[in-house]
């Protein structure tokens, strides 16, 4: 079956440390994005790219990493620079004329 | 103003009433208008997809697009409790869709 699958569903990180969540898709799209998901925020981008070995930073873009090496792979590093990291991403793919998101179950990330 | 409102709820209704969820937008350039449903603890999935302003119907579920009032509405016929969920809307901007903030529906048995 085709998707988007996102791992892992839990995560767990230290204050201070450097924590990536995976991404992986095998629907053949081209565009990728990441958002991050907080209580009564809605859905914010946090990086997108539209073709392997690019990639644009979206609006909460600061304390975040993202690279683009295989057309089914776009993992998101969350730095110790971002100072508010806990939250639910949701990683999503579309064709490039977007005819709307599919997205993978997202990650929760907690620190502690 | 915000690119896209809607009204974060909780909405609750009684089972087999008709949901009607909305939202507004402010930028008239948008073009592709989209309704995702989200269960708790999961991604969205992609419900309705229109492009032309009217009504497009799937089962249940009609979508209603009113471009001259910046205006779009899902509605659930026979609601069940089945379809407790989030639902967000969603329009395109440029290369990147703008979502909404989501509105928790509760469907009561």
């Known amino acids: 079956d085709g998707g988007i699958t996102q791992s892992p569903k839990y995560l767990f990180r230290k204050e201070g440390q450097n924590v990536t969540l995976s991404c992986e898709q095998n629907?053949?799209?081209?565009?990728m994005y990441w958002y991050r998901q907080d209580p009564g925020q809605g859905l914010r981008l946090i990086y997108y790219?539209?073709?392997?070995?690019?990639?644009q930073k979206g609006d909460i873009a600061e304390g975040y990493s993202v690279s683009r090496e295989k057309k089914e792979s776009f993992p998101l590093t969350v730095t110790s620079a971002q100072k508010n990291p806990t939250a639910f991403y949701l990683c999503?793919?579309?064709?490039?004329?977007?005819?709307?998101?599919?997205f993978g179950s997202g990650t929760r990330l907690t620190v502690v | 103003q915000k690119e896209v409102e809607q009204d974060p709820g909780p909405l609750s209704v009684p089972e087999g009433a008709i949901v009607s969820l909305n939202c507004t937008y402010s930028?008239?350039?948008?073009?592709?208008f989209m309704w995702y449903r989200q269960y708790s603890r999961k991604g969205p999935e992609l419900l309705m997809y229109?492009?032309?302003?009217g009504n497009k119907e799937d089962g249940r579920f009609t979508a209603q697009v009113d471009k001259s009032s910046k205006y779009i509405s899902l509605f659930i016929r026979d609601s069940q409790p089945s379809d407790s969920a989030t639902y967000l809307c969603?329009?395109?901007?440029?290369?990147?869709?703008?979502f909404g903030k989501g509105t928790r529906l509760h469907i009561l048995p």
């Open positions: 999503a793919s579309s064709e490039v004329r977007l005819y709307g998101y599919t």
């Open positions: 629907l053949n799209h081209d565009a």
């Open positions: 790219s539209q073709i392997v070995n690019d990639f």
């Open positions: 930028n008239s350039a948008f073009q592709y």
């Open positions: 229109t492009y032309s302003s």
């Open positions: 969603a329009m395109n901007r440029d290369d990147k869709i703008i």
